[in-house]
């Protein structure tokens, strides 16, 4: 079976995890700050905070950001559950803006109406590695001081207008799951220019503990056990100096793609607005008739093509569909929801598994 998503390790990969198991120090230490170091740098924001998941990046930012009880945080509901369960986590309700038909991110232009005196922040997910709209987004939340965490938990590596995912917003969350542009097993981060924002994250990620003037532990706040090990960091390092050339092969196949499949009239490529720099974390194609997704899923499958949905809308969850969050409405986002699927995209696919993935979806049409 071909994957929709793989990660790729190598023997520098390798030797720099087994140089940790072969020293002192296994949990969080030097090589989870140099990690920390060196993704502030690639980002160019001044701090990075590396935990164990993009989930617990996700749980750390709101907190920082004083989403509480009562609060309301606008997002999309084209999106991985973490984004919106973390809000849940801290009391807060999600409340979902539709989506663009182009980009299949938030749409912008519908965020002001979901405004109210609780709305607390904003959080845009770049979906599949493109970037949203971030100008008209800052705009819209300084008019109205509301905080931005960007879910970059795709886009790592992305950039908007010439700058980086990660250099823009108050705080961008990354994952590290092996799917993802880079991987450490499990693991995420929180990049921020902001000092307080910072030194609160590192307290809550290690229970909430710091050290008095005379060395002994005080706890001041109530926080968790969210470290990265020194293990995960390394890799972590290791892969960050291939990042580029990951997006590289990811945009590579991209393009191949869209050369070889664009002249299908039953589906709709991705596309990649001229100002944004996609990370090309997921290659979703849409069916235009809505009968097609299920059955092209299935033919592809059978002949050993992983695909995937990403994603059906949130607010269609069990769990959430129970909270009553109000009537939502986000058409596009439903209609995308029924007509996506995601085909195979990573650094390593060879040559012939992409001729094979392109010859079915023709086959599946002829
Ligand atoms: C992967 C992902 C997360 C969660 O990251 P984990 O590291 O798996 O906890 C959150 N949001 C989005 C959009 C993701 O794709």
């Not at 690639?42 to 609060?71: E, N, P, R």
């Not at 542009?181 to 499990?186: K, L, V």
């Not at 299908?264 to 990649?272: A, D, H, Q, S, W």
Request: aromatic share 10%.
């Amino acid at each position: 079976m071909i994957p929709y998503g793989h990660q790729s390790i190598d023997v520098g990969d390798i030797r720099a995890v087994a140089g940790v198991l072969k020293s002192d120090w296994l949990t969080q230490g030097p090589k989870v700050a140099e990690f920390e170091k060196a993704l502030a740098k690639y980002c160019g924001a001044k701090f990075a905070v590396a935990v164990s998941s993009g989930t617990a990046a996700l749980h750390l930012a709101y907190l920082v950001a004083g989403i509480g009880k009562g609060d309301e945080v606008i997002t999309s509901p084209n999106t991985f559950v973490a984004t919106t369960n973390m809000m849940l986590a801290v009391g807060a309700k999600p409340v979902f803006c539709d989506i663009r038909k182009d980009t299949y991110n938030i749409d912008e232009t519908k965020i002001e109406n979901l405004i109210t005196p609780r709305t607390k922040a904003i959080v845009p997910v770049h979906f599949a590695g493109h970037p949203c709209e971030m100008d008209e987004i800052l705009k819209i939340a300084k008019r109205n001081k509301l905080v931005v965490i960007e879910d970059a938990c795709h886009a790592l590596g992305a950039k908007y207008k010439n700058k980086k995912i990660g250099s823009l917003s108050d705080m961008t969350v990354f994952s590290f799951h092996p799917v993802k542009s880079i991987t450490t097993g499990e693991g995420g981060a929180v990049v921020t220019n902001n000092r307080e924002y910072y030194k609160k994250m590192i307290l809550l990620r290690s229970h909430g503990i710091t050290k008095d003037k005379n060395g002994f532990n005080i706890m001041t706040e109530l926080g968790y056990n969210y470290r990265l090990t020194d293990i995960q960091a390394a890799l972590g390092s290791s892969q960050l100096k291939k990042l580029e050339e990951f997006i590289y092969q990811r945009s590579q196949i991209a393009k191949e793609y869209k050369k070889e499949l664009a002249g299908m009239e039953e589906i709709i490529l991705p596309t990649e607005h001229p100002d944004v720099k996609s990370s090309w974390h997921l290659y979703v194609i849409r069916v235009k008739d809505e009968k097609d997704r299920q059955p092209l899923g299935n033919y592809l499958k059978e002949r050993g093509i992983g695909i995937n949905f990403h994603y059906p809308c949130v607010y269609k969850h069990l769990y959430y569909q129970k909270l009553r969050l109000a009537r939502v409405k986000c058409p596009q986002a439903e209609q995308y929801s029924q007509t996506s699927l995601t085909i195979p995209l990573y650094p390593k696919m060879t040559g012939s598994e992409r001729k094979k993935i392109i010859g079915a979806l023709k086959d599946y049409f002829r």
